[in-house]
Each structure stands twice: as C-alpha cells, then as structure tokens.
Nanobody
Framework: QVQLVQAGGGLVQPGGSLRLSCTAS????????MGWYRQAPGQERTSVAL???????QYEASVQGRFTVCRDNATTTVYLQINELKHKDKAVYYC?????????WGNGTLVTVSS
C-alpha cells in the first residue's frame, strides 16, 4: 500500500515562509492531479493548490501569488512553498495524489501562524 509521507510545517511568524513536501512511498501510475488541501479548525477541508498534469496549476484565490505548488516526477513528490504567511493560513495541510484508479492522502501537517 503506497503511503504519502508529509514533511515541513510548524510555527511561523506572520509574513514568514514554509515549504511543505509530500512523497509517495512507492510507485503510483497514471497520476492526473497532485496538490494540497487545508482544514482549519471547525471548517471543511478545501483545495489550496493543485497541479493538473502535466503542469497546469490552480490556486485558491486567497493564496494566489503567495503559494506555489510544484512536483518532482523522479520521486513522486509534490511541494508547497508558502510565503507571506497570514493568521488565516493556520490549518492542517494535507497532500493528495489522484490517479486514474485511486486517490491517496497524506496524514496532514499543522501550520501555525503566530507572533
């Protein structure tokens, strides 16, 4: 069973930066979407940044220009560079890889924004 291993996250001051990564533990074939979601306390999980393969990106409006999603084919890794962090960005961030026959989710990583 392939798992998605997330890294990054933590406590950052407003205006700071973070880089999240998500790597598949094995091979995943026929991937068509990779990306990141987040879930703030008491709210639903929502899409933040997606790559629709090969390289079409989509961003939630509030993160446009601050977040960048990219991927590494060789390692089946998806990254999320987060800049200019704001208090409203505080959430658990989940990665997702969606293949033709199956979707995979990471376990989540907490991003906290506090001065």
């Amino acid at each position: 069973q392939v798992q998605l291993v997330q890294a990054g996250g933590g406590l950052v001051q407003p205006g700071g930066s973070l880089r999240l990564s998500c790597t598949a533990s094995g091979s995943i074939v026929d991937i068509f979407t990779m990306g990141w979601y987040r879930q703030a306390p008491g709210q639903e999980r929502t899409s933040v940044a997606l790559i629709i393969l090969p390289d079409t990106t989509q961003y939630e409006a509030s993160v446009q220009g601050r977040f960048t999603v990219c991927r590494d084919n060789a390692t089946t890794t998806v990254y999320l560079q987060i800049n200019e962090l704001k208090h409203k960005d505080k959430a658990v961030y989940y990665c997702r890889i969606w293949a033709v026959d199956m979707e995979y989710w990471g376990n989540g990583t907490l991003v906290t924004v506090s001065s």
